[in-house]
T-cell receptor, first 108, second 116 residues
Framework: GQQVMQIPQYQHVQEGEDFTTYCNSS?????IQWYKQRPGGHPVFLIQ?????EVKKQKRLTFQFGEAKKNSSLHITATQTTDVGTYFC????????FGQGTTLQVKP | DTEVTQTPKHLVMGMTNKKSLKCEQH?????MYWYKQKAKKPPELMFV???????INESVPSRFSPECPNSSLLNLHLHALQPEDSALYLC???????????????FGPGTRLTVL
């Protein structure tokens, strides 16, 4: 089945710094979904990418899907304390398989 | 209503107990899911229901028994659990277009289970 590797596992940044998390697969992905889980919370859907080379923006968040559809990234510009949490990518082929997640800590 | 609800929020049970977790959604979604999440790990898929029928069982031990009484409800019956089964159990739902479940999933808040 499709598996995705996600790095880094943890990232500590100063408020205002940028943050990026990466997902990689050895196989072509039909889509990639991104979720955010706040501490003590549950995963919340952020976005889905399906097209090769797709780029989508949500305010300070930029999501990219690679040309070969084997990798994806989430970039946050000028982090805020509200960005704290674990960001998961996932491949959904009828069942959603998550990457290991990147936990973001933001120092005020 | 874009909410998935789960009860109870917390559950402590002994290894000989029988308990059930409940999940409900009123978004008209025909796919419902159970996940298990251990601390600092991603959610792991356990079961998928599509149109009230069990579609996927990810080789889950029989001490976990899912049930989908109708299109809005999903239960997980627990019996003879082990301490290593302690985890956050998440329910989710999504659209299901004739078995194609490629859309976003809506997660409930989870039940935090402790097995003594």
């Amino acid at each position: 089945g499709q598996q995705v590797m996600q790095i880094p596992q943890y990232q500590h940044v100063q408020e205002g710094e940028d943050f990026t998390t990466y997902c990689n697969s050895s196989t072509t992905l039909s889509n990639i979904q991104w979720y955010k889980q706040r501490p003590g919370g549950h995963p919340v859907f952020l976005i889905q990418l399906v097209k090769s080379g797709e780029v989508k923006k949500q305010k300070r968040l930029t999501f990219q899907f690679g040309e070969a559809k084997k990798n994806s990234s989430l970039h946050i510009t000028a982090t805020q304390t509200t960005d704290v949490g674990t960001y998961f990518c996932g491949s959904n082929t009828g069942k959603l398989i998550f990457g290991q997640g990147t936990t973001l800590q933001v120092k005020p | 209503d874009t909410e998935v609800t789960q009860t109870p929020k917390h559950l402590v049970m002994g290894m000989t107990n029988k308990k059930s977790l409940k999940c409900e959604q009123h978004m008209g979604h025909r796919a419902m899911y159970w996940y298990k999440q251990k601390a600092k790990k991603p959610p792991e898929l356990m079961f998928v229901y599509s149109y009230e029928k069990l579609s996927i069982n990810e080789s889950v031990p029989s001490r976990f028994s899912p049930e989908c009484p109708n299109s809005s409800l999903l239960n997980l019956h627990l019996h003879a659990l082990q301490p290593e089964d302690s985890a956050l159990y998440l329910c989710a739902s999504s659209q299901d277009r004739n078995g194609r479940r490629l859309h976003e999933q809506f997660f409930g808040p989870g039940t935090r289970l402790t097995v003594l």
